[in-house]
């Protein structure tokens, strides 16, 4: 975090993400010129749920306040008003806008008392960077062993891999292709900094 001062204006402690030294530096590679093109998404909070997938009234206690199921299909995700990856048989990452994460865990867990479950809020520690493009798949295929062609690996799924030796979850939004990478805050300017060498290799 950051100081600012403004004239009378106490101090302020501003939240800062950790690409914002990567950004100022004018790095985000050009999609003009490198096929690819980085764009940092701070602006989300990030909720891990575990329970039982076998367990009809969890589902449903999830789905009431989520407005959609649970993906229950490996290595896939559903999206409405929040993202839901799925991570394992029993565990799920939920996405949501910066802020309502605090209120959504709330209601979950007053929804979910009585169950056996885990929700724990890991806002403070991710980060998501998203990747379009027409070389975006030359690029990770760099550093990231998951097969991603387009016959493999289809919109709508995701999978957690490494990139870079950089632990991550990766997801296929469009057929731009696009891809979202949900990665740990204190790895993701190593891993800024390695894709957009890559761009020039």
């Not at 229950?72 to 990856?85: I, Y």
């Not at 949501?96 to 959504?104: P, Q, S, Y």
Request: include cysteine.
């Amino acid at each position: 975090m950051t100081r600012k001062e403004s004239g009378n204006v106490p101090d302020q402690m501003q939240r800062q993400h950790a690409l914002a030294s990567f950004l100022n530096g004018n790095s985000v590679p050009d999609s003009g010129t490198s096929g690819m093109r980085l764009e940092v998404r701070p602006h989300y909070g990030y909720l891990n749920l575990r329970g039982d997938p076998d367990d009809e009234r969890f589902l449903q206690a999830v789905q009431q306040k989520l407005g959609h199921s649970l993906p229950g299909v490996p290595n896939t995700f559903t999206s409405a008003d929040h993202t839901v990856f799925w991570l394992g048989p029993d565990e799920w990452l939920l996405s949501t806008a910066l802020g309502r994460e605090k209120e959504i865990a709330g209601q979950l867990a007053k929804n979910l008392a009585g169950h056996c479950y885990s929700l724990v809020d890991v806002t403070g520690g991710q980060l998501l960077i998203r990747l379009s493009g027409e070389h975006v798949r030359g690029v990770l295929a760099k550093g990231c062993t998951l097969d991603l062609h387009p016959r493999i690996f289809k919109v709508g799924q995701c999978a957690q891999t490494t990139l870079a030796k950089t632990s991550m979850l990766i997801a296929l939004i469009d057929d731009t292709p696009t891809f979202d990478i949900v990665l740990r805050r204190s790895f993701a300017e190593y891993a800024a900094r390695w894709l957009q060498h890559s761009t020039r290799i």
